[in-house]
């Protein structure tokens, strides 16, 4: 059974950072591509970022492209985004995901197989 649980909530002030980290068992990461998805509370889930499975390939929403970085440790079954300058409009619950089917970058939301529980990040001074 594969689970990915996500970690590093928490309440930051605009400007801050945070990095949030998604650790992987029941499946090794390193053949998958592996994104990070928010939602904001009666909105749909939305597309954040996603990493290849090597890790040389990434792409970001455009509101987030320079402020945030995903990343992955393969060795360690982990994914990570590292969020910096955020903003109020960042605040949301963060989802990791990964896509059984493919070892590449891609933004479609209905493709990742895999999930976790979500983690809320807070955005307020």
């Known amino acids: 059974q594969v689970q990915l649980v996500e970690s590093g909530a928490g309440l930051v002030r605009p400007g801050g950072s945070l990095t949030l980290a998604c650790t992987v068992s029941?499946?090794?990461?390193?053949?998958?591509?592996m994104g990070w998805f928010r939602q904001v509370s009666g909105k749909e889930r939305a597309f954040v970022a996603t990493i290849s499975a090597s890790g040389d390939d990434t792409r970001y929403a455009q509101s987030v492209k320079g402020r945030f970085t995903i990343s992955r440790d393969n060795a360690k079954n982990a994914l990570y985004l590292h969020m910096n300058n955020l903003r109020p409009e960042d605040a949301a619950v963060y989802y990791c995901?990964?896509?059984?089917?493919?070892?590449?970058?891609?933004?479609?939301?209905?493709?990742?197989?895999?999930w976790g529980q979500g983690i809320q990040v807070t955005v307020s001074s």
């Open positions: 029941g499946r090794t990461i390193g053949d998958y591509a």
């Open positions: 995901a990964m896509d059984r089917n493919t070892n590449a970058v891609h933004t479609h939301i209905e493709e990742y197989d895999d």
